[in-house]
């Protein structure tokens, strides 16, 4: 059965890898790909037919200056040129004929333009010279005019006057063709020359020298120019195109082929789904019979499960509220346990303060007969019918009680008895504050709390169990506010510092230790205590076990402690030996996960959830 299911995955598997492959082969060619590619040939076509105009153009007459244009032409064709050999658009690699023909094309453009840049270079300064020779030549035309002798035929002086207008249509002409004629006219002229006046013959020979200067260099950008418009790129680039056309039409009718494929290759697959569907269809059939009377057979079990869930609901509700008012039970017993301490706490600064009001109260009367005399002598001073033996006898009085009371001396002690009585009020609210936050009833763990505060806090309300003999030793770091349940941390320091000062049991030492972590805040309390056997280490966490006479403990202190850490998402460690004290190890994250629900759901387990380790 397994053979038959993995072979026909495989089935599955090779037919629709076959169809990817043909669709794929199908899709093979990007006509936007294509237009882009001939649209760029068009371009290089017209971008060289504008580059042999632009030359045309400039040749048209040997002063004209293009040279901007053909700059601008020539680095578009370029551009275009990289495109055509490389880029998204580039037709190498395609076939080796369309390879072998864009090289040579690319080998015959390059040439054409070190040909157009050479021409650029010597066309000006050969004009130039043309331009100096054209200047020259009335002058020396003028020489040999004046040197010629009066016997000189008329054909002779008729020659020279042509002369100079030949010459000038030789350097204005694109393409002269009056070169025969100004060497005939030259030739003409040396003839004559020969035999005659020195000066006939130098003013000749000099302007044979200037006119065949000219006609030099007139004949190098001729040449130039007819080199560069004969360069074959038209017909080469149209071999280009007509071999990428080529590769395009191939590759087009191996893609119609295999849609030939693709299609039969469908059609096959289409009757094999046909066939597969009517089995499957009968297969469903006999699944829904089978399921109908599952469902039909399942009936009176599902209304059997549905009482048995809500029985188990209503009692996991009823769990949580108990395990909720238990922690509260807990925390009020362990409240109960310091009553007196803490009444000791609060009547300690209430008797002072009462002391200090009774003192306020006596200074206060005499007070009262100060002002009373002062009053009655100020009376006596402002009244018109007072005798001068009362005035002085009230005057008298009021100064000798004012000396006896000592005003100043009596209001700095008053400002004292004051300050005495407000610091102990200040203790009392204090400590009246942490008993309220510790016996608040709180499900939300999403209150911002400063772990540093709750210890301190645990501290006022166990102070009178510790001190005297229990010496606490505080090194808090700088630490983050962690989201939690601010009076069930409350509960887990109370608890854990109580039973570190019960494990002390002449004098001693606890440690307060708190350090920020990477993803939360960590807690040590430590003691040097009489610390725990193994056996004992290892139940401290289950409920209702403690190692307390009858009656002194209900053995859920640390199990309460166990379920609040586990519901905040932290983790607890424990290091005892007999004789050496005992360490409890805190860790808090920073933020609670949002899980409805403030009571674990389960008992925690022996020695798996907590970590213990052996003190060395």
């Avoid at 629709?16 to 093979?28: I, K």
């Avoid at 007139?218 to 056309?245: C, W």
């Amino acid at each position: 059965m397994k053979f038959r299911w993995m072979l026909a995955v495989l089935a599955a598997v090779a037919a629709l890898a076959g169809l990817g492959y043909l669709l794929r082969m199908t899709q093979g060619l990007d006509t936007n790909l294509h237009r882009d590619r001939l649209t760029m040939l068009r371009t290089a076509d017209n971008l060289d037919v504008s580059l042999n105009r632009a030359f045309t153009q400039t040749r048209a007459s040997s002063l004209t200056d293009a040279a901007a244009d053909r700059s601008k032409i020539t680095a578009d064709l370029g551009a275009t040129l990289d495109a055509m050999d490389k880029g998204p658009q580039s037709l190498r690699g395609l076939t080796p004929d369309l390879d072998k023909k864009l090289d040579t094309f690319l080998d015959t453009i390059d040439s054409k333009f070190e040909l157009g840049f050479d021409f650029e270079a010597r066309s000006t300064l050969l004009t130039q010279r043309a331009i100096n020779a054209i200047d020259a030549v009335p002058p020396d035309i003028a020489a040999v005019r004046a040197a010629l002798p009066k016997d000189t035929p008329d054909d002779i002086r008729v020659q020279l006057d042509h002369l100079q207008s030949q010459i000038t249509n030789y350097g204005v002409s694109p393409t002269p063709t009056n070169e025969p004629e100004i060497r005939a006219t030259m030739k003409a002229l040396d003839d004559f020359a020969a035999g005659k006046s020195e000066a006939l013959v130098t003013s000749t020979h000099d302007l044979g020298v200037l006119i065949d200067d000219l006609l030099e260099d007139k004949g190098d950008l001729v040449r130039m120019y007819h080199e560069f418009l004969n360069r074959p790129t038209g017909e080469q680039l149209q071999a280009v195109e007509q071999a990428y056309l080529g590769w395009y039409e191939k590759q087009l009718a191996v893609i119609n082929q295999y849609r030939l494929y693709l299609g039969a290759y469908a059609a096959i697959l289409l009757l094999i789904l046909g066939w597969l569907g009517l089995r499957l269809r009968r297969s469903f059939s006999e699944l829904d019979r089978a399921h109908a009377d599952l469902l039909h057979a399942n009936e009176h079990l599902e209304e059997q499960v549905e009482a048995r869930t809500h029985d188990l609901s209503a009692a996991l509700n009823d769990l949580q509220a108990s395990q909720a008012q238990l922690v509260q039970s807990e925390k009020m017993a362990s409240l109960g346990q310091m009553v007196a301490g803490v009444a000791h706490e609060i009547n300690t600064p209430l008797g002072y303060a009462r002391s200090n009001a009774d003192i306020v109260r006596t200074s206060l009367a005499d007070i009262r007969q100060l002002c009373g005399a002062q009053s009655k002598a100020l009376h006596l001073l402002t009244s018109e019918e007072a005798r001068e033996e009362d005035v002085a006898h009230a005057l008298s009085a009021a100064q000798a009680l004012g000396e006896s009371i000592n005003a100043e001396e009596l209001a700095g002690d008053l400002d004292g008895l004051l300050a005495d009585t407000d610091h102990g009020l200040s203790q009392i609210a204090e400590l009246v504050g942490s008993l309220k936050d510790f016996s608040r009833v709180d499900r939300s763990r999403s209150d911002l709390f400063n772990v540093n505060d709750g210890l301190d806090a645990a501290l006022k309300i166990c102070h009178n169990q510790l001190k005297g003999r229990v010496e606490v030793v505080r090194q808090y770091g700088e630490l983050p506010q962690i989201e939690c349940s601010p009076s069930q941390l409350n509960q887990i320091f109370l608890n854990l510092i109580t039973n570190a000062g019960q494990a002390i049991e002449n004098s001693g030492r606890i440690y307060l230790h708190t350090q920020a972590e990477a993803d939360g805040v960590a807690i040590r309390i430590l003691d040097n205590g009489i610390g725990m056997s193994e056996d004992v280490r290892a139940r401290i966490f289950e409920p209702f076990f403690t190692t307390k006479p009858v009656g002194k403990g209900t053995g859920l202190g640390l199990s309460i402690v166990f379920r609040i850490i586990e519901d905040h998402g932290g983790s607890i460690e424990v290091r005892s030996a007999p004789g050496k004290g005992s360490a409890f190890t805190i860790r808090l994250p920073l933020r609670q996960n949002r899980k409805s629900g403030t009571v674990a759901e389960s008992s925690p387990p022996d020695d798996v959830a907590v970590a213990v380790a052996v003190a060395a």
